[in-house]
């Protein structure tokens, strides 16, 4: 264990330095060194899904900082077109989905997976670039991250129906409790966007810093647990606890004394991702997974464009929410895990769709930062 973790430090070390001086983010680096190390290449580390279990505690911590950073908007514009955009992103993901399955030849639950990976996208990914390029807290950004946020709901609702088409039992309970809890959550944020700060005491936790870090941990991953109990997204949960604690003057030194912590398991959880990038399928069916992945980020690049730009943005923000929102996501991966080992899909399927998955994510940082040189290039030249 010892040996297996310095040699991932050193190799994400060594790749950071040259991504910093290309000035390009360092989830490429964590994505790549899982790659290297590997069961296909090095063979360093031969179990993805343990590292992948751990790195999922980054995503709920990314999600709590989110909360706590971000304003919850006052104006229904902010609220109501995510759900257009939302909703006309799985009406045009389901109608591309079709169109690709019927010249594929695939059968329907095949094209339900497609329409599946196109409606969700990589929160980390997005939130990471948001936030460097400084549009997270704006009216565009706030939009996008409710967009996301109703991916996180959307969630639900798309695995009960994977696993009550693999086999498993359908039960109307899993899809009320969840909208009976987003409209509780609705009603919270309705309650607390107005307040400047909640009043709470918490003596008993100053000066004591390792008081802080747990106390902090629980309240971020005990919120992330009650909501995947319930049938949300854990990611949602923490997220909800980001935004409480944001509002609690009392709880001011979280941020920093969890910092560390989401830096880690973030890295963790995009080195998992790499580990499951079969490089052997990936070399023996370039072709497919090549012109999979260029057709997924096109086409999600194109109809996030068409929503914005229906939406009445810019065509420069437009073109820049598209790329933000080209890949496929980590609820993808989770999605075809289901499907594979539910038999809805073949292996090959699965193959092809986890390299697509894997190759969308780390080509579309490159994307993105395209999208925004030309969003900086347009605002120069008006």
């Known amino acids: 264990m010892l040996w297996t973790v310095c040699v991932l430090c050193m190799t994400i070390l060594g790749l950071m330095f040259l991504l910093k001086k290309l000035k390009q983010p360092y989830l490429i680096a964590y994505i790549i060194a899982g790659v290297l190390l590997g069961p296909y290449v090095f063979r360093i580390v031969d179990k993805p899904d343990e590292i992948e279990v751990i790195g999922e505690i980054g995503i709920l911590l990314l999600m709590f900082f989110i909360g ?18 939302q909703s006309i992103k799985v009406l045009l993901s389901f109608v591309f989905a079709y169109l690709l399955g019927r010249i594929l030849h695939l059968d329907y639950k095949s094209i339900l997976l ?27 950004g706030i939009i996008i991250l409710n967009i996301l946020l109703l991916q996180d709901l959307l969630l639900a609702p798309v ?33 607390v966007r107005n307040l400047r700060e909640i009043r709470i005491s918490s003596t008993f936790l100053e000066n004591d810093h390792d008081l802080q870090v747990f106390f902090g941990l629980f309240i971020c991953l005990g919120f992330g647990l009650i909501a995947e109990t319930i049938g949300l997204s854990a990611a949602l949960g923490s997220f909800i606890a980001g935004v409480l604690v944001g509002k609690i003057q009392a709880f001011h030194w979280l941020e920093n004394s969890l910092l560390p912590f989401k830096v880690f398991f973030i890295s963790l959880f995009f080195v998992s991702i790499g580990l499951r990038l079969d490089i052997n399928y990936l070399l023996s069916n370039y072709m497919l997974i090549g012109i999979g992945t260029l057709v997924v980020l096109i086409s999600n690049s194109i109809m996030s ?44 399927l699965y193959k092809a769709g986890l390299g697509i998955t894997c190759l969308s994510l780390l080509l579309s940082t490159f994307w993105i930062s395209c999208g925004a040189f030309v969003k900086i290039r347009k605002s120069v030249r008006s």
């Open 68 to 85: 706590i950073e971000i304003n919850i908007p006052n104006k229904r514009s902010l609220i109501i077109k995510p759900v257009m955009a």
């Open 305 to 348: 464009s068409v929503f914005f730009r229906i939406l009445n943005f810019s065509w420069k923000d437009s073109f820049y929410g598209g790329a933000l929102l080209s890949q496929t996501g980590e609820f993808g991966i989770l999605a075809l895990s289901i499907a594979y080992k539910s038999d809805m899909v073949g292996y090959d």
């Open 114 to 140: 497609i329409a599946i990976l196109f409606m969700f996208n990589s929160t980390a990914v997005v939130v990471d670039f948001m936030k460097r390029h400084g549009t997270l807290n704006t009216a565009f």
């Open 159 to 191: 695995l009960t129906l994977l696993k009550f088409w693999s086999g498993e039992e359908f039960n109307i309970f899993n899809f009320v409790l969840p909208l009976a809890l987003c409209i509780g959550i609705f009603l919270i944020f309705r309650k």
